[in-house]
């Protein structure tokens, strides 16, 4: 009985714990489409600032120190995404697992539902044949 109700329970907490897993993936995810993001959003104002600098060579010198900066900004926002990808990888690795947990303990839940209705058809089989012995046997020759 006690197993009866201990594999919903653990397939519950499980579950609860894959999906807190997969909230961590797509947080993770999320970032990393973030930076991916600014990334274009900062090459487009690169290219806008080029633009922009025109040929006197006082803008050519602020567009340089502007470049300069950020260069290093899109540098680190690239660090950013190199800390990520071991960081998504992982997480996505753990969802794998405890998904694999989850079913295991679905496909048990249901192995033995199917052994329990085995078992019942048994017993009812049983009870049918004896039925018809019986009744076999009281017939008139």
């Known amino acids: ?16 714990q894959l ?9 993770l995810e ?5 930076m991916d993001h600014k990334i274009l959003l900062l090459d487009a104002e690169i290219e806008r600032e080029r633009k922009a600098a ?3 060579p006082e803008a050519l ?6 470049l300069a900066g950020a260069r290093q ?15 998504i990888e992982a997480a996505a690795n753990a969802v794998a697992i405890a998904f694999q947990d ?6 048990a839940v249901d192995l033995k ?17 004896e039925i018809a012995l019986v009744q076999h046997r009281r017939r008139p020759t």
């Open 19 to 27: 999906d807190e897993k997969r909230r961590v993936l797509a947080e």
């Open 113 to 129: 539902a199917r052994q329990r209705r085995a078992a019942a058809d048994r017993e009812e089989q049983g009870e049918l044949d």
């Open 1 to 16: 009985m006690a197993n009866k109700r201990g594999l919903p329970t653990l397939i519950r907490l499980h579950q609860r």
């Open 102 to 107: 989850v079913k295991r303990y679905e496909i």
């Open 54 to 56: 025109g040929e006197g």
């Open 61 to 66: 010198r602020q567009f340089t120190r502007y």
């Open 73 to 87: 900004r899109r540098q680190t926002m690239l660090r950013t995404i190199d800390e990520l990808v071991p960081r």
């Open 30 to 34: 999320q970032m990393r489409a973030e």
